[in-house]
């Protein structure tokens, strides 16, 4: 590690009083150019540990940055992970309040819940079918910490990959029944679409994404419990919302899911 525990604590709660207070930032990277990936994921497990000493509970996992589109779209070239607390939760149907948010955007994903722990190193696209129990359409919201979405991965990495709110719905089906490689999707802001794609553009299959954030927390002693939910990435771009909007994300064979910005 580059870091000394005190810079890695003060910038932990430097990003997460940007969350709370909806102040920008810019990236920790700018002053701290030599911080590495053990940093970075140090300063989001602080955050976490943050968030449930204040009494919220984990809500699952994140994979982000999964697709070619998104790549492009934010200049990078890996997957990045984060954790899901329940703070972030969005009943399907309700309202999102912008009020909270500092310059949220929205992604379209295939949601997984497991139902037996998942290990790596080793963990497969096979492995990670075994033990899934369903998976759902998933609407996530982001909200970068830093000013413009302008950022670097590791950077990325400490502040929790950017998540902030997520909403499941529609129709839980069998992990195995589908093929979610050829499952199509159509993603709408008020009622116009603006996303199409299918699950393959999710790093070849969704489940991939979940291997390789197992494999990730294989790396650094952890496992997925048994009964995780898993957002595996957005399929297409990610697309900005405001006030007034309604965001619909249909999934083929899984029906929709909807939240609406206030
Ligand atoms: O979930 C995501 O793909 C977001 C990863 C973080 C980068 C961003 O804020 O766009
Ligand atoms: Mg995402």
Redesign the pocket.
């Given at each position: 590690m580059a870091l000394d525990k005190q810079t890695l604590d003060q910038l932990a709660l430097h990003l997460e009083n940007c969350q709370l207070e909806c102040k920008d930032t810019l990236k920790v990277t700018d002053t701290h150019p030599d911080m590495d990936w053990d940093d970075a994921y140090a300063i989001q497990d602080r955050i976490l540990a943050a968030k449930l000493a204040r009494g919220s509970r984990m809500a699952g996992y994140?994979a982000?940055l999964t697709s070619h589109a998104k790549m492009k779209q934010m200049g990078v070239t890996d997957p990045v992970f984060g954790f899901l607390v329940d703070d972030y939760i969005v009943a399907e149907g309700a309202e999102v309040k912008v009020s909270e948010l500092i310059h949220p955007k929205v992604?379209p994903?295939i949601c997984f819940v497991t139902k037996v722990e998942l290990k790596g190193p080793g963990c497969s696209i096979a492995n990670v079918l075994a033990a899934s129990d369903i998976v759902l359409p998933g609407i996530?919201v982001?909200d970068s910490r830093y000013r413009d979405f302008k950022f670097d991965l590791k950077s990325v990495v400490a502040d929790n990959t950017s998540a902030s709110r997520f909403v499941v719905g529609g129709r839980a089906v069998d992990a195995r029944s589908v093929d979610l490689r050829t499952t199509g999707i159509v993603f709408e802001k008020n009622g116009e679409v603006v996303g199409l794609g299918a699950g393959a553009a999710v790093l070849g299959h969704p489940a991939a994404a979940v291997a390789m954030l197992v494999n990730h927390l294989g790396r650094r002693g952890k496992s997925l419990p048994a009964g995780s939910l898993v957002?595996s990435?957005?399929i297409t771009e990610a697309v900005s919302v405001k006030a007034g909007d309604c965001v619909t994300l249909r999934v083929q064979g899984m029906g929709s899911v909807s939240t609406r910005f206030v």
């Open positions: 994140k982000g992604e994903e996530e982001i957002l990435g957005g």
